[in-house]
């Protein structure tokens, strides 16, 4: 069960390669798909980005840009406003961003990480989520 579970983690990656290989919209969707039970459908970040990293943060719209900043020690950041964003660290150095806007009239769409905390972080030994989805959002929690 353990090997089909590598293999299709596999050919995912290489699937999205042809794409943005890092999307996490395209990622997450795409495994989600993949899950056999599709009401206890869980992830491990750490088996699905295609490049090296120890940390992830998300960042809901509650913090500013001087927040993230300062958190993250990275001065060059760029200002965003009403969007959550996740970085993806290795060895404390930010190489992958992704972000989504949030806009109010408009409906919600993708990858968002359900919690009420304003900041999130999780090593890369434990970033297991629970995907649920409804609609088109890719709700996730941190199991």
């Known amino acids: 069960m353990k090997l089909v579970h590598i293999v299709t983690y596999s050919i995912v ?11 996490l919209n395209t990622i997450i969707s795409t495994m989600y798909e993949d899950c056999n039970d599709k009401n206890n ?12 990293w120890d940390t992830l943060y998300y960042y809901s719209t509650a913090n500013t840009t001087m927040d993230i900043q300062k958190d993250l020690g990275d001065k060059s950041i760029e200002p965003t406003e009403f969007e959550c964003r996740v970085f993806f660290l290795n ?8 972000t989504w806007p949030v806009i109010p009239s408009e409906p919600i769409e993708g990858v968002v990480f359900s919690t009420s905390l304003k900041k999130l972080k999780m090593s890369r030994v434990d970033t297991k989520v629970k995907v649920i ?3 088109n959002v890719f709700f996730l929690e941190k199991i």
């Open 91 to 98: 060895k404390g150095k930010i190489i992958y961003e992704q």
């Open 41 to 52: 459908c869980i992830l491990t970040f750490s088996n699905l980005m295609s490049f090296e």
């Open 133 to 135: 989805k409804r609609g």
């Open 13 to 23: 990656l290489l699937l999205c390669s042809c794409t943005n290989k890092n999307d």
